[in-house]
Nanobody
């Protein structure tokens, strides 16, 4: 079974920084496009950032310039560096492989909670 384990969330003040990590299982990790998603209270889950197997990145407009997604294929991990955090960034953050989602493998980890508040 494919597994994603997110970590690194916590409580930070506006303007602060946080780095999230996602550990993924499986030998096909290096071939996946990996994404970070978030779901805020009362809102639908949204895509925040994506990184392809070749390292190309894309970001939601709301986080562009503030967040950076990266991956380490040797360790089967994907990270999200979050800077200049805003209260509206508060959400549970999840990682997933969009290749698997497109293939019908609808599995989500528990996520990690990020709370931005003063």
């Amino acid at each position: 079974q494919v597994q994603f384990v997110e970590s690194g969330g916590g409580l930070v003040q506006p303007g602060g920084s946080l780095r999230l990590s996602c550990a993924a299982s499986g030998s096909r990790f290096s071939m996946y496009s990996m994404g970070w998603y978030r779901q805020a209270p009362g809102k639908q889950r949204e895509l925040v950032a994506v990184i392809t197997s070749g390292g190309r990145t894309n970001y939601a407009d709301s986080v562009k310039g503030r967040f950076t997604i990266s991956r380490d294929n040797a360790k089967n991990t994907v990270s999200l560096q979050m800077n200049s955090l805003k209260p509206e960034d508060t959400a549970v953050y999840y990682c997933n492989a969009d290749d698997l989602l497109m293939a019908g493998v609808d599995y989500w980890g528990k996520g990690t909670l990020v709370t931005v508040s003063s």
